[in-house]
């Protein structure tokens, strides 16, 4: 699939355009599944032959610059890459949105929360973070811990550590599925 992809880019007169959201898998590829890697390397073999690439951060951009320069060696030119900041600026949420979303959160009313969102996966630091809040917890802090958290990989560890904290009654939950709102 890559190899008819690339024959495309080379040959056609069409202008090949992508988008990058990282390079973990070549920056951190502790963090990323096997499978990850190939499947990355393959796409990285088409980025190359990208007239224009946009990123979703300027950290990014940077980190393929280097990357595509590397590409002069195959005779390739280096795309135009551009960072496409993601949005910040957040839609209108109801008061009864807010309290719904409140309900479904707060486990044990009256103590703060720690709110993590991010998928489960080594590079997202939630194992960091559960240790963290064990060490708190056994000083005597009050406080919930709630992690709304897509699918991930790696996350065994996670898991184990998670379920030490639930059997010693800490207030620590793991919304998988959340509404936008």
Not at 27 to 55: D, G, K, N
Request: charged residues 20%; proline residues 5%.
């Amino acid at each position: 699939e890559t190899a008819a992809i690339v024959a495309t880019c080379r040959h056609a007169r069409s202008e090949l355009v992508a988008i990058l959201y990282d390079l973990i898998p070549y920056t951190f590829p502790e963090a990323c599944a096997h499978e990850m890697h190939a499947a990355f390397a393959a796409y990285m073999r088409v980025i190359r032959y990208a007239q224009r690439i946009s990123t979703i951060s300027a950290s990014v951009a940077d980190d393929l610059r280097g990357f595509a320069n590397s590409s002069k060696g195959l005779g390739l030119s280096p795309p135009s890459v551009r960072a496409q900041l993601l949005p910040v600026h957040a839609h209108e949420v109801s008061t009864a949105e807010i309290n719904q979303a409140r309900a479904a959160l707060v486990g044990v009313p009256g103590i703060p929360m720690v709110l993590s969102v991010s998928s489960i996966e080594p590079r997202k630091n939630q194992i960091t973070i559960l240790t963290a809040a064990e060490r708190l917890w056994r000083e005597g802090q009050a406080f919930q811990l709630v992690f709304i958290a897509g699918s991930g990989w790696k996350r065994e560890v996670f898991d184990q550590q998670l379920n030490r904290a639930k059997d010693r009654g800490r207030p620590v939950q793991v919304i998988s599925e959340a509404s936008e709102s």
